[in-house]
């Protein structure tokens, strides 16, 4: 029997095969009164919690995780098949099942004051969302900005969530001496299309009052917008500037829809629920950004896309941020002033 049950406050509603795994569980029918199931989090026993990154599409080097999973929900993230290399799905286990870093201050702490570290830009999240709604409880993401503002080591912060505005008294202290940068992720305007694919991120106007409130603040803020999905939210582009703009962006930038793996058949199981009838109609463009190949892998191309279709949306955005005047990049952010609050000086006397 067919699966109809739509899991209020999730991004999707299924747990796809581990591609690594032999063993799959699956269910014929949940009955339509089943709750949606609630989060769990895990305590993760990393040793480290630096990551760094070599891929010439990506304008970081090292990035910072506190979680693993997210309980946004966003139903095309591209994090998703992480999941996987911990023995869990891509689907409802990645937005239920967080991986929690409790010890991932200790850990900044430690690397930062090792002699082979070396002074440089820490992205914060390169794969799964730093203010996602438990933050709110372990603050674990504000701990970790305390031992980079000690560090005085620069970072640049990427979210959904409008609960970046809780960190504003450390932000703005880091912004005094040029070593921190927001980019405020996002996808849509329409609060109906944001609540059916970002279930549990923060709401679009919310997302462009912390604009607002982090330019008064002196924090450099930009507007991410990621993912565009050809045929969904691209028309938005234009009108997602303006309003950034309005609230005080400085800056912008895009990525295009990718589908990795099994994000293919969750992404594409989405739209057929919530938008049957654009169903064909994006696929169809998303396809032919994609050169035919869905998947595509090539850097270069996987960002952005290619093909005339890409080109439109490429052209449309940076009709739109020459309009109101953005740049594509933030601040060059300050590594000089980086110093171990640890070390200790012997005064001559």
Known sequence: MKNNTIHNGRGVQSNPKNRFESIES??????????????????DHSKTILSYNQSPDIPFNVSLNPYRGCEHGCSYCYARPFH???????GLDFETKIMVKEKAPELLKKELSAKKWKPQLISFSGITDPYQPIEKKLKITRDCLNVLADFKNPVAIITKNDMVIR???????????NTISVMISITTLNNDLCNKMEPRTSRPQNRLKAIKELTENGIPTGVMIAPIIPGLNNHEIPKIIEEAKLHGAHFSGYTLLRLPFAVEQLFENWLQTHFPAKFNKVMSLFSECRDGNIKEKRVHHRMIGIGKYAKQISDLFYLSIKKYNLTTTGPKLNTAQFKNPNDKQILLF
């Not at 996987?84 to 891509?90: A, H, N, V």
């Open 167 to 177: 960190d504003i008294d450390i932000l703005k202290s880091m912004a005094e001496i």
């Open 84 to 90: 996987e290399f911990l023995g869990m799905s891509l």
């Open 26 to 43: 699956t269910y014929d029918y949940i009955d339509e009164l089943t709750p949606s199931p609630k989060t769990e989090l895990i305590i």
